[in-house]
């Protein structure tokens, strides 16, 4: 009686194409949404709203660039996700900035109690400029399944200056165009802010991202600048939808990209990547009292073997898992440049030791592991 139930109901499965049952997670392996294909949202942001967790990522084809826009999916056990299609699509119209072809990534999505409405951050790269463009963009939405309006795309911090920048090095410099990439003479004017000074009057630089709420509210976009080797964290406006004129430089000269944000107790910590394009390197974490610093060094979070390479994976988002306490996971994409929509999603627990996120490699685990963590 019991194989036959079972039969029925691995039949029932492979004819509705419906998979919901997980009840684990397999870093790495296809992950079949309740219809039976593997997800697609690379590059990942998640929010959860009333027992519900909403995964926004990256479309992807067989090449990164966008031809379909951000897709969402939603789940309310983490296993278990449900395609609830696109929520923010390309434009066919070849004059839009976030037209076929252009470049979406690291889609982020926030709610803003006061004007109620969701608001999606994610880098912009402009049709056919590769990665030259290096612009934030910015979508609204009553309805955390979307549909986000576009509103617009920009590089953020024109004409104004880092919060902890001296002012000696807030004059433009026409040595500074000479310098040589590489050289010691170049590191050191970047970690003096050549770049800053140099996209001063058109803004500054803007790739990898994310966004993090706090708990009191205000919101920050963190990016990779500077030609990718320095971290800008920016405050938002009060709605999300605009950058205030508060940013500080993080880890000058740095080369830190793919940042992810979480806070546990008093303290914030940063996951981030170095920079290889869509090879893996090892990850680095960083702690602060405070979102615009100063973020201190602690290394790299991957413990075990395969950990300089962050088990393959570049990080992506942290998510605090809901209603259980200092339970966190490391989010990852383990890009496949060769076919993109084949990238895998590298999901780990993360403890803190000693004052260090640390996440190991696991075949196989379960939201159960965090009960076993120590108090
Ligand atoms: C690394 C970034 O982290 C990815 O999001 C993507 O921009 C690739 N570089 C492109 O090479």
């Known amino acids: 009686m019991r194989f036959l139930l079972i039969l029925s109901l691995i039949i029932t499965q492979s004819c509705t194409g419906q998979n919901l049952n997980n009840s684990s997670f397999t870093p790495g392996d296809i992950w079949k949404?309740?219809?039976?294909?593997?997800?697609?949202?690379?590059?990942?942001?998640?929010?959860?709203?009333?027992?519900?967790?909403?995964?926004y990522g990256e479309h992807k084809n067989q090449n990164s660039l966008a031809q379909?826009?951000?897709?969402?999916?939603?789940?309310?056990?983490?296993?278990?996700?449900?395609?609830?299609?696109?929520?923010?699509?390309?434009?066919?119209?070849?004059?839009?900035?976030?037209?076929?072809g252009s470049v979406i990534e690291r889609p982020k999505v926030i709610y803003n109690k006061k004007t109620d409405k969701y608001v999606m951050w994610f880098h912009l790269e402009l049709k056919g400029?590769?990665?030259?463009?290096?612009?934030?963009?910015?979508?609204?939405?009553?309805?955390?399944?979307?549909?986000?309006?576009?509103?617009?795309?920009?590089?953020?911090?024109t004409k104004i200056w880092p919060k902890n920048i001296d002012d000696s090095e807030k004059v433009y410099n026409e040595e500074d165009?000479?310098?040589e990439w590489w050289t010691p003479e170049w590191k050191e004017s970047l970690i003096d802010g050549l770049y800053v000074r140099r996209d001063f009057e058109e803004g500054q630089m803007s790739r990898d991202m994310t966004v993090y709420v706090d708990d009191d509210g205000k919101a920050y976009h963190v990016h990779s600048s500077e030609e990718n080797?320095?971290?800008?964290?920016?405050?938002?406006?009060?709605?999300?939808?605009?950058?205030?004129?508060?940013y500080v430089r993080v880890q000058e000269g740095g080369q830190n990209e793919a940042p992810a944000v979480f806070k546990s107790g008093n303290t914030y910590y940063m996951i981030t990547s170095g920079l290889t394009g869509w090879d893996p390197n090892p990850a680095r974490s960083f702690k602060?009292?405070?979102?615009?610093?100063?973020?201190?060094?602690?290394?790299?979070?991957?413990?075990?073997?395969?950990?300089?390479?962050?088990?393959?994976?570049?990080s992506t988002f942290v998510l605090p898992?809901?209603?259980?306490?200092?339970?966190?996971?490391?989010?990852?994409?383990?890009?496949?440049?060769?076919?993109?929509?084949?990238?895998?999603?590298?999901?780990?627990?993360?403890?803190?030791?000693?004052?260090?996120?640390?996440?190991?490699?696991h075949d196989e685990w379960d939201l159960s592991f965090f009960d076993t963590l120590a108090p």
């Open 229 to 246: 080797q320095t971290l800008h964290i920016s405050l938002l406006t009060d709605d999300y939808l605009d950058f205030t004129d508060t």
């Open 288 to 314: 602060s009292k405070s979102m615009l610093g100063p973020w201190e060094k602690l290394g790299n979070p991957a413990v075990g073997e395969e950990a300089e390479l962050t088990f393959r994976s570049q």
């Open 129 to 157: 400029q590769g990665y030259a463009a290096a612009r934030t963009g910015v979508a609204i939405s009553d309805n955390p399944l979307g549909p986000f309006k576009y509103i617009k795309s920009f590089r953020p911090n």
């Open 321 to 361: 898992v809901a209603g259980k306490k200092d339970a966190y996971i490391y989010m990852g994409d383990r890009w496949n440049p060769k076919n993109h929509r084949d990238g895998r999603y590298i999901w780990l627990p993360i403890s803190i030791t000693n004052g260090k996120p640390e996440f190991k490699w």
């Open 33 to 55: 949404d309740a219809d039976g294909n593997h997800i697609n949202a690379h590059g990942g942001g998640f929010y959860y709203e009333d027992g519900t967790y909403f995964w």
């Open 177 to 179: 165009e000479k310098l």
């Open 68 to 100: 379909v826009g951000v897709r969402v999916y939603s789940s309310d056990d983490l296993y278990n996700w449900k395609n609830e299609g696109v929520a923010l699509s390309v434009s066919t119209d070849p004059n839009s900035e976030i037209t076929t």
